[in-house]
């Protein structure tokens, strides 16, 4: 999947930054969050999980593990580095600056906009964690 291989080279990038691993912590929790809420960039997920699983046929008789479960950190790989890059990339400015860094993060990851959702998990990030 091209998509995996790009995102494996922008992870390589993103290490190199200095506050890569918070940047990283923060986007897999974030986008699991998605994922598990079914929020966002289901469509793109739902559709990169069917590619797998027909790439991979032992991932649908894997007995009672879900494929959606057993997955998830390949499925939702390249959006969370796409996301951690961004929130790396993002200067450490007050709250003013959050619906300038949602519409940076929306386009990255390549999206229209995020649902509007107060409890979203980017948003709390965005608004209330940094400083």
């Known amino acids: 999947m091209p998509e995996l291989v790009a995102?494996?080279?922008?992870?390589?990038r993103l290490i190199r930054h200095p506050s890569a691993l918070t940047a990283w912590t923060t986007a897999r929790a974030i986008t699991t969050r998605w994922y598990d809420h079914q929020q966002h960039l289901t469509h793109r997920w739902h559709t990169r999980?069917?590619?797998?699983?027909?790439?991979?046929?032992?991932?649908?008789t894997t007995g009672s593990a879900s494929p959606a479960l057993v997955t998830r950190d390949l499925v939702i790989y390249p959006e969370t580095v796409t996301l951690a890059r961004a929130l790396a990339a993002l200067p450490n400015r007050p709250h003013r600056d959050t619906g300038k860094a949602l519409t940076l993060i929306v386009h990255r990851l390549g999206l229209p906009r995020l649902a509007s959702n107060a409890n979203d998990p980017l948003r709390v990030f965005l608004t209330h964690t940094r400083h």
């Open 49 to 60: 999980l069917a590619r797998l699983c027909a790439a991979n046929p032992r991932l649908t």
């Open 7 to 12: 995102a494996h080279h922008a992870h390589q």
